[in-house]
């Protein structure tokens, strides 16, 4: 076998090794190309396994006369500044340089020099991904390649550049210069593929779990409308079995089964005690429980013959008090999929926000008519079926997206379960608006421009709970929703003396006076300013019809210092 | 392929069900609009077969597009609302087929085979309420005439004009959906009038009666339209 085809099967081989190590540990956080939990812990971890991999690299060579090695250290340090940046590329780098000196032959110095200057070169084009492509890129194999290829080019010149005598060293370049060009591009390549594979599954279980907790939160939402009990629980537990496809689904309430479907409801039966202990700790503790089946197994207490083996436990919440829990299992001999793990925990909060919702439903008849004017305004089914629809289709194309507006839906919902009675601060209501205005801007992404312009002074003043969000949302429920073309709105927070002003206006000028729903809204707010704070104090409202309308609140600014 | 027409005034709405429809494989989206101006030109353009209207759209919606149609134009309607407890009920109560947003599949599939079976006509007369205002193109905008303001509409080959004290607007509807459903009364085989503004009318010889409105502006009536103007004018 020529010496050129030697050198590369046995520079590919070791390649090999190194990629079947990476294709196991790629699994663990470490080396998952997002910001960790433990910063620093991650990066040592990192450091270690790319420097063994960049060593091992220098002893798996074939090492030929005068001490020249022709080797695979490159990788180690290649794959480190993709992963982890310039920094860890550096550090692997001197790590694996530093040990082949240790080596000794006559082209060590260039070796070191080349591996630290191509963990720093993969550093610069992780840095380069992240700032054209957002964090947590990755170079695809193509790219991976083709920079390996080239630093390893490099990597060579340096050995002409350094290593002395000048006759021998351009021999040796000769002589491993292509295969180890080849097989550390091969190697980079692969590293890149099997990084990116791992990203992209993370990324699918993502998207597949929001889009089956979508669909079981629009199932349940009427659903739950009539309460959570008996009643509702076998239908709900249905709901979740279809759309996850587990084994089996309960629903509990803190101490007894409300219903069971699935495998095992021959002994799981509705109406009997929660005796697992795993369900104790999730209804105990407020937390989620999971027994995975492989290192703790779920062992049934009713019946010895059971199939069952693992379940999520997910407790649900109603007021901040644990009120149920929903469980899902999986039968021996099948595996847990991480799909449903995400879709488990996240359905609890989705189903407690529903049913907070249903518990304000049937609050209204008891709330007096003020307070029932701005609940309504508070749960309004169009706003989130429409914002369900807006999630649902941005799905589609873009995950990360579609998952903030999630966030923000929650974000606004939550804000909106707060008793009306309680005093805010601008900051807090300013929140509660901006959770309500990224809905809307994603809904009416095309025609919908808001502004705003806060003074920071006045983030802390007190005003009463629900100032503000009633009437950002009127300018858009009355004014803007009406408008054929592009629309904006502007929301003003400023100071003028002794007097906070809070302006929100509206470029339809679509308001017609004190008489109709949207002014009873403007009333009820003004109704409550004068009542908490004083009489000269509340709303006004201004218009130009067909170009602008701005409500102004007139507050105290020496409430911001109290 | 059943062709559909989509309207909707949200982006991802609008997304979504296209989306939707191309999954069934048996709908094609032939043309999307924002909102129920927008569709009045695109149904009569692409004559689609089927139309998919969402409920609450700026300045006119679901159901007062559907006034503002030509009976011969409207093809069979599937409406897709959010939440409106009181559209459902009167598509409920006309057995006309709706779909909730978010649409999920299995009903949409539902839609689409009764859309196959050739089951589905367009909705009720019944459905549409009475027209307040009439959709009028500028030459950048959209402006919504109230009837009260229009004292007469003119149809020529560019189109049909509404005559206001103030101009003529442009608009996308016909002469036959004005007469019947806005209650200006015909005088003319291309002349409507608002009996309300009319403040004189003039009989004439070989050439035909002509009516002025309160602005000065004035419409011939042609004879076989004349007792029945005179009959609502009160001119016996």
């Not at chain 1, 209501?429 to 002074?457: G, M, P, Q, S, W």
């Not at chain 2, 011969?72 to 559209?87: G, N, S, Y």
């Not at chain 2, 950048?140 to 560019?158: K, W």
Request: glycine content about 8%; proline content about 5%; aromatic content about 6%.
């Amino acid at each position: 076998m020529p010496i050129h085809l030697r050198l590369l099967v046995a520079n590919l081989e070791a390649m090999a090794v190194f990629v079947a190590v990476f294709y196991v540990l790629s699994r663990t956080q470490a080396f998952q190309p997002v910001p960790s939990e433990r910063p620093l812990r991650t990066w040592l971890l990192r450091w270690a396994f790319f420097s063994a991999i960049s060593m091992l690299g220098s002893h798996l060579g074939v090492t030929l006369p005068g001490g020249v090695i022709a080797n695979t250290r490159a990788v180690g340090a290649v794959a480190a500044g993709f992963v982890g940046g310039p920094w860890l590329g550096l550090a692997v780098g001197l790590t694996a340089g530093a040990h082949r000196l240790t080596l000794g032959g006559y082209t060590a110095l260039a070796g070191a020099i080349a591996t630290t200057m191509e963990g720093v070169v993969s550093g610069l084009v992780h840095v380069w991904l992240a700032r054209r492509s957002g964090p947590g890129r990755l170079p695809d194999w193509r790219l991976a390649a083709g920079v390996t290829a080239l630093t390893e080019t490099v990597h060579m010149g340096i050995v002409v550049a350094v290593s002395r005598p000048l006759a021998d060293a351009i021999q040796v370049v000769q002589v491993i210069g292509p295969s180890m060009i080849l097989a550390n591009a091969t190697g980079a390549a692969l590293f890149a593929l099997v990084m990116r594979d791992r990203q992209r599954l993370r990324e699918q279980v993502a998207a597949e779990s929001s889009a089956r907790a979508l669909r079981v939160a629009g199932r349940t939402l009427r659903l739950l409308a009539r309460g959570f009990g008996p009643a509702t629980a076998p239908e709900l537990a249905r709901i979740i079995r279809e759309e996850s496809g587990a084994g089996a689904v309960a629903i509990t309430d803190v101490s007894t089964v409300l219903a069971f479907d699935g495998l095992g409801q021959d002994h799981h039966l509705a109406g009997g005690p929660i005796v697992s202990p795993y369900s104790r700790r999730a209804l105990e503790r407020g937390e989620v429980v999971f027994a995975d089946g492989e290192h703790e197994h779920f062992t049934c207490p009713i019946d010895a013959a059971c199939p069952l083996d693992a379940v999520l436990v997910s407790p649900l919440e109603l007021d901040g008090k644990v009120i149920g829990s929903v469980q899902l299992y999986e039968p021996r001999h099948r595996r847990f999929r991480s799909v449903n793990r995400s879709l488990g925990e996240g359905l609890a909060s989705l189903l407690s926000a529903q049913l907070l919702a249903a518990r304000y439903e049937e609050a209204k008849g008891l709330l007096t008519v003020q307070e029932l004017k701005l609940v309504q305004a508070q749960v309004n089914p169009h706003f989130l079926f429409n914002s369900l629809n807006t999630i649902a289709a941005v799905l589609r194309n873009d995950a990360p997206r579609a998952r903030e507006l999630i966030l923000h839906l929650a974000a606004f919902f939550r804000k909106n379960l707060k008793r009306p009675a309680e005093v805010a601060t601008l900051r807090e209501e300013l929140e509660h608006v901006n959770a309500y205005l990224e809905i809307e801007k994603a809904r009416f992404a095309d025609r919908l421009t808001v502004e705003t312009e806060i003074d920071e002074a006045l983030l802390s003043l007190r005003l009463p709970a629900f100032t503000l969000q009633p009437l950002v949302e009127n300018a858009f429920k009355h004014g803007l929703a009406g408008l054929l073309g592009p629309g904006t709105a502007r929301i003003r927070a400023r100071r003028e003396g002794a007097l906070a002003l809070l302006e929100i206006e509206d470029s339809a000028g679509a308001y017609t006076g004190a008489g109709d729903a949207e002014g009873l809204g403007l009333k009820s707010v003004d109704t409550r300013i004068k009542n908490l704070i004083g009489p000269e104090y509340g709303v006004a409202v201004s218009c130009i019809p067909g170009s602008l309308t701005r409500v102004t609140v007139r507050l105290p600014f020496a409430e911001a210092r109290a | 392929m059943i062709r559909a027409l989509l309207v909707d005034d949200e982006v991802h709405a609008r997304e979504e069900l296209a989306a939707l429809l191309r999954e069934t494989g048996a709908v094609e989206v032939v043309e999307s609009c924002a909102d129920a101006v927008a569709a009045i030109p695109a149904l009569r353009r692409v004559r689609p077969d089927v139309l998919f209207l969402d409920v609450q759209m700026p300045a006119i919606n679901g159901f007062e597009l559907l006034a503002l149609l030509d009976p011969d134009e409207l093809p069979p309607v599937v409406f897709v609302t959010a939440h409106d407890a009181f559209a459902v009920k009167a598509f409920e109560a006309n057995a006309v087929d709706y779909l909730l947003k978010p649409v999920e599949p299995e009903r949409l599939a539902r839609t689409v085979a009764r859309l196959r079976q050739g089951q589905a006509r367009p909705p009720p007369a019944s459905l549409a309420p009475a027209i307040r205002r009439i959709p009028c193109q500028g030459a950048r905008s959209i402006r919504l005439v109230d009837l009260d303001e229009v004292e007469a509409v003119r149809s020529s080959e560019a189109g049909v004009y509404v005559v206001t004290a103030s101009g003529e607007h442009f608009t996308d509807l016909t002469l036959r959906v004005l007469e019947e459903r806005a209650g200006f009364l015909r005088v003319h085989k291309q002349h409507l009038v608002n009996v309300e503004r009319v403040v004189e009318l003039v009989f004439g010889d070989e050439e035909g009666s002509t009516v002025r409105t309160r602005s000065g502006h004035s419409v011939p009536v042609s004879r076989r339209f004349l007792p029945l103007l005179r009959q609502r004018l009160g001119i016996s």
